[in-house]
């Protein structure tokens, strides 16, 4: 073929072309691979695959989810984050996933109520849920949660001097440090609507009420308000009471008939003190009963200036469940005596030996109730300690009958253990790191020779 | 197809002619069969501690020995690698015989998939004999297959997007020098994208993230394989193949 200037330069641009054809297509194939990915897990027991009811909790939204990740830019947690999410945006790829470093903006964080690392703000739509822990189990079950959108609502009891939720500077100007706002912020957190209740000026319990808690009330509830409240709980409403030493909820007759009755006394727990903490503080470390509110609680709460509560065994016809949740104070005892006299020791007369139970949980059919000698643990300056605030939102999410919280058992290793004895470790060094690769210099050697000389 | 089989045996032949291929070969496995082995160590002792503390669960022997050995394996590729590929077509146009092939009548196409198959071969002997150290586990442990399986495959598909790679710049050039260069800079530029590409998640770091070679070979390590890290890596060897043969079609209309 002749080669003149036109056929040439024509040649060249159909090569450009065909270059960039070739370019875009792989683009094109590229973001194809990415977009929608199959995977296989060839692991032993499939270590690297979610869960069936993981699967199926991200499948619940076909038309997309955000997942924003509050952690550092830096550390093996963002790794292991990352991996964990992206397994759930393969099988749903209309989601998204946001990260935000909360040190680098701390106003995002702020506005989005971050407090620890490694926190997870799941959205949908305009529904949100917020999980504090990224792990598997606990982020399939915000997705549940989301995709529920239970609009339940918490109603807190007031007009006797309870807990305030909302802040209400005190005389001096300062805040209340008893008041329940971050407890709210929880609640709405998790995705609940919170409200005050005044049940003299209600006729009755709203519709959708899921909860009623009664938090602290320092004087007794009206003998109306205690008959509504009590035809509410009887008609399978679910109920918390948060009483402490100071305050009184004249519901002695109610709560009896669940077994319950409240201690006179405060509760003194001498090993709260010996980690640092005051006496009166009692410190629940260990939770022994299987319940779903105590399911899964590591971290240690603290009850400041606590009663206790006695619980009678239920009668042998009767279905009702009635379990001890939280007891602590295993050598404390519970202090009649005046405590601002500063000597207080256990007096076997009138003291009751430890330890002492603080939180109840009475179950019978839809009516469930729990009841706890102690309000202070929710309040602004105790709720962020240790393990209070799980706690409350354990307790919220069984009262509320969202504790079908789906347990996702982390994979086992399947392939541990090596028995590898001194001599052959030797043996396998001397013949792996030099015989073999001295066998193959050799025989590249000896071939090179030969064909030199050849 | 029968050419390319030719240009394939002879290419390999050629390798193992000469003592290069031989002491690749016993250097990469030299060094991987060391970290092999302190890796074994280092388990066993962290075995020990585990149960000194009475912690319950094992310590997953594939993914704390294996992996790390491949992993390390295809950075000692990435190093070694070009220095392969560079001759594969600069020295040929170097060494004169470049037209003798250009005017057979096997295409360019030919040429380039005869050449790069060459080199799969040669990198399927290599990646077989590092699976040796591993294999030795077996006769003491109990390894994870699939992961291990899973390993070898990202290897060597790792090493066949490396050797396209090194494919294309050896085409653009005739200095089999500045082809293994050119090659080794391309490639560690991919690896170590992923340091910039782990950001907020923008669309900028996506890319960045999706072009790092790291982040898709990780995968392979972990025991999952993912269709988009198996195209990722295709992708990437047709690319390279791709533009070795605009290279070659273009310089015809040179010649």
């Not at chain 1, 209600?202 to 009623?212: D, G, H, M, Q, Y």
């Not at chain 1, 519901?251 to 005051?278: C, Y």
């Not at chain 1, 076997?348 to 030996?353: H, L, V, Y």
């Not at chain 2, 491949?70 to 001759?87: D, E, K, Q, T």
């Amino acid at each position: 073929m002749k080669m003149d200037r036109s056929t040439r330069l024509n040649i060249r641009s159909q090569n450009f072309v065909m270059g960039l054809i070739l370019t875009i297509l792989l683009a094109l194939a590229a973001y194809a691979s990415h977009r929608y990915q199959v995977r296989w897990d060839w692991t032993k027991g499939g270590r690297h695959t979610l869960a069936e009811q993981s699967v199926k909790a991200v499948k619940a939204f076909p038309e997309g989810l955000t997942m924003t990740v509050y952690i550092q830019e830096r550390g093996d947690r963002r790794q292991q984050i990352q991996d964990l999410m992206e397994k759930y945006q393969v099988i749903n790829p209309s989601m998204t996933i946001r990260y935000v470093d909360p040190d680098l903006d701390p106003a995002a964080a702020r506005q989005a109520e971050v407090a620890v690392y490694g926190t997870v703000i799941l959205r949908a739509g305009e529904k949100t849920e917020k999980i504090t822990e990224a792990s598997e189990e606990a982020v399939t079950n915000g997705l549940i949660r989301l995709s529920k959108g239970s609009a339940k609502t918490i109603r807190f009891v007031s007009g006797h001097g309870e807990h305030p939720l909302d802040e209400t500077p005190d005389g001096g100007g300062g805040k209340d440090r008893f008041a329940y706002t971050q407890a709210k912020a929880l609640l709405k957190g998790e995705g609940y609507g919170v409200e005050g209740i005044n049940l003299a000026e209600a006729e009755k319990v709203p519709e959708n009420t899921s909860v009623i808690v009664l938090a602290g009330p320092r004087k007794p509830l009206l003998d109306i308000e205690r008959q509504r409240l009590k035809t509410w709980l009887d008609a399978g409403g679910r109920l918390l009471v948060m009483q402490g030493p100071g305050s009184d909820a004249g519901l002695e007759a109610m709560l009896k008939e669940h077994g319950v009755t409240f201690l006179k006394g405060v509760t003194l727990d001498p090993a709260a003190q010996m980690i640092g903490g005051s006496a009166s503080t009692p410190l629940i470390s260990r939770y022994t009963v299987q319940h779903p509110i105590t399911k899964g609680m590591s971290a240690a709460t603290i009850f400041p200036d606590s009663g206790g509560i006695d619980l009678e065994t239920p009668p042998a016809d009767s279905k009702e469940q009635r379990i001890r949740l939280l007891e602590g104070a295993a050598r404390g005892w519970l202090e009649t005596g005046d405590l601002a006299s500063g000597q207080v020791e256990f007096n076997p007369e009138q003291d009751r030996k430890g330890p002492i139970v603080i939180g109840v949980a009475v179950e019978s059919g839809k009516q469930r109730l729990v009841v706890t000698a102690n309000s202070n643990f929710l309040a602004d300056a105790y709720v962020g300690a240790l393990g209070n605030a799980d706690l409350f939102l354990n307790m919220a999410r069984w009262l509320a009958e969202d504790e079908n919280f789906i347990a996702i058992k982390p994979k086992e290793v399947q392939d541990g253990g090596l028995n590898l004895p001194g001599a052959d470790a030797v043996l396998l060094f001397w013949g792996l790191v030099v015989l073999i690769p001295v066998l193959l210099v050799g025989i590249g050697a000896t071939i090179w020779l030969k064909r030199r000389r050849r | 197809m029968r050419a390319i089989v030719t240009i394939a045996l002879r290419e390999l032949r050629g390798m193992f002619y000469s003592p290069l291929a031989w002491t690749l070969l016993a250097v990469l496995f030299a060094i991987c069969a060391y970290m092999f082995n302190a890796g074994v160590l280092s388990y066993q002792i962290q075995m020990l501690e585990y149960q000194t503390y009475g912690m319950r669960g094992g310590l997953p022997l594939t993914e704390r020995t294996i992996a790390p050995m491949l992993g390390n394996a295809a950075v000692l590729l990435l190093l070694l690698m070009p220095l392969l590929s560079m001759r594969l077509i600069a020295e040929e146009k170097r060494q004169g015989t470049w037209p003798a092939l250009a005017c057979s009548p096997i295409s360019p196409t030919g040429i380039i998939l005869g050449k790069y198959l060459g080199l799969l071969l040669f990198l399927a002997i290599a990646v077989g004999l590092l699976a040796l150290p591993p294999l030795t586990l077996y006769a003491y442990g109990n390894p994870d297959t699939g992961q291990f399986l899973a390993g070898l495959l990202g290897l060597f598909l790792t090493a066949a997007a490396f050797g396209a790679v090194g494919l294309a710049a050896s085409s653009a050039t005739e200095h089999p020098n500045v082809a293994a260069v050119v090659s080794f800079g391309v490639l560690l530029m991919l690896w170590i994208l992923s340091w910039m590409g782990n950001a907020s998640g923008g669309t900028v770091d996506k890319m960045l993230a999706y072009f790092s070679l790291m982040n898709h070979y990780q995968n392979f390590l972990s025991g999952v394989i993912s269709s988009a890290d198996l195209s990722y890596f295709l992708l990437l060897s047709a690319a390279g193949l791709l533009f070795a043969r605009q290279r070659l079609l273009a310089d015809r209309v040179q010649g």
